[in-house]
Every structure is written in structure tokens, then in C-alpha cells.
């Protein structure tokens, strides 16, 4: 078996008294899509942050690639739910803050806005962008620095439906394509089961149920039906 990218052993999360993470135990494999559901206040977002190291657990362990997690976590990329562009910049150079600008990073930036069709927008500034424009940013960002691991939370949830099926195949088009290890925080049980090849349902702030997906892709909505019930009613399942 492929040595794991990513290991949490035994995570404990406090914050004050409240019990926010209890025994979370899972490895995650090179290349895996895995998603995290459950109700809001389980926890989910929380573990993310550990992830990325912007947060530190109260015990246990976090490694990716057999180094422990204890600071920033430099071969992570977060997209979250806001688009956090700084509306003083451009696009591309939205794409390039903090970097040097060089040759060859100009034509990494021309390529990712190609990807995510906003070759057009590279001069233009945020507020004049849709919103789903801005989460195609966003996630162009993200994927600047190559990371080994990307981490969304909530990315898609404040878009209207259409646009959100539009950037959960862009999301899916461009993981089959790098083949980058993928963690996925969403309250969209539909869009989990459409995307991962892993679920895990986040109940009690535990893991409650993990399962595999192994529905062909592109998946419809009649495929995926059965196992989304499924995991709903794992959801909604009392402690």
C-alpha cells in the first residue's frame, strides 16, 4: 500500500471547555478527494485549520509526509468559502502577491487563468467580478504554488446553484488532471458524494462513518442518490 500523505493520530481540540474535536484518526493517500460532512458546529472546519496549520490541536498529531504539522503548513493551499482577494489588486497580480515576477511565473499565471477561463480579467480588479468569477481567482491562487495538498472549506457555498455545479466540475476537472491530494469541508451532501472518493461524516465532533466512493466519474445525480441518503441519514443519526 502507498505510504500515506497525511496522518492524524488521536487529534484532541478544546477550545476552553468545549470538547470541539474527540479521538480523530484517519490517513489520507497521495491523489485521494476526501470529504468531510456533517452538521455546522461539528468540527469540520475546525480540523481543516489544523490541517493547514493556522490552528494547533490540543493533543495528538498531525504528519504530512511523515513530518509533524507544528506551524503554517507550506505544502498546503486553503480556499475558503470568502474569496479573500485584495480588491486593490488585479487578478493576476491577486495570483503573484508576495512573489517575485519573474518570466516564468507570468506564464504560469496566463496558464491558470486559462484554466479557469479568465484570460480576460487579468487587469481586472475584483469588484468587478461575479461571484463566481472570484472563487475561479481563488482557486487559480491556490493552485500558484503546485501544493501537495489542497484544502477547501466551504468554497462553493455561497454561489447559486448553476454557477456551483459549474466550479464542482471545474474543481473535479482540474484534481483528475493533477492528481493532487484533495480535502473538501461541506455541508452539500450531494456535492460531496459528486466529488470524493471518500466520505467521512463528522457527528458528536468525531468521525461517525467513513466510506468509500467509487462511482464512475462524471457522476449524475441519479448515480450518486443511494449513497447520499445514506450519508445523510448517518448524519442526522442521534449520538
Request: hydrophobic share 40%.
Amino acid at each position: 500500500m502507498t505510504e500515506a500523505l497525511l496522518e492524524v493520530n488521536d487529534i484532541q481540540k478544546y477550545y476552553g471547555d468545549a470538547h470541539v474535536l474527540r479521538n480523530i484518526n484517519f490517513d489520507i493517500q497521495p491523489g485521494e478527494f476526501v470529504a468531510l460532512v456533517g452538521q455546522s458546529g461539528g468540527g469540520k472546519s475546525t480540523l481543516l485549520r489544523l490541517i493547514a496549520g493556522l490552528e494547533h490541536a490540543t493533543s495528538g498529531s498531525i504528519k504530512q509526509d511523515g513530518t509533524e504539522i507544528n506551524r503554517l503548513n507550506a505544502h498546503s493551499r486553503v480556499m475558503f468559502q470568502d474569496d479573500r482577494l485584495l480588491p486593490w489588486l488585479t487578478v493576476s497580480e491577486n495570483l503573484t502577491f508576495g512573489a517575485t515576477h519573474s518570466k516564468e511565473q507570468k506564464e504560469h499565471v496566463a496558464k491558470l487563468l486559462a484554466r479557469v477561463e479568465l484570460t480576460d480579467f487579468a487587469d481586472a480588479y475584483p469588484n468587478s467580478l461575479s461571484g463566481g468569477q472570484r472563487q475561479r481567482v481563488a482557486l487559480a491562487r491556490a493552485l500558484m504554488a503546485n501544493p501537495q495538498l489542497l484544502l477547501l472549506d466551504e468554497p462553493l457555498g455561497a454561489l447559486d446553484a448553476l454557477t456551483r455545479r459549474k466550479m464542482q466540475d471545474l474543481i473535479m476537472d482540474l484534481w483528475q488532471e493533477r492528481k493532487m491530494t484533495t480535502i473538501l469541508v461541506t455541508h452539500d451532501v450531494n456535492e460531496a458524494v459528486r466529488l470524493a472518493n471518500r466520505i467521512f461524516v463528522v457527528r458528536d465532533h468525531q468521525i461517525a462513518w467513513a466510506g468509500s466512493n467509487d462511482l464512475p466519474y462524471p457522476r449524475t445525480d441519479q448515480a450518486i442518490a443511494p449513497l447520499a441518503n445514506t450519508i445523510l441519514n448517518e448524519i442526522i443519526t442521534e449520538g
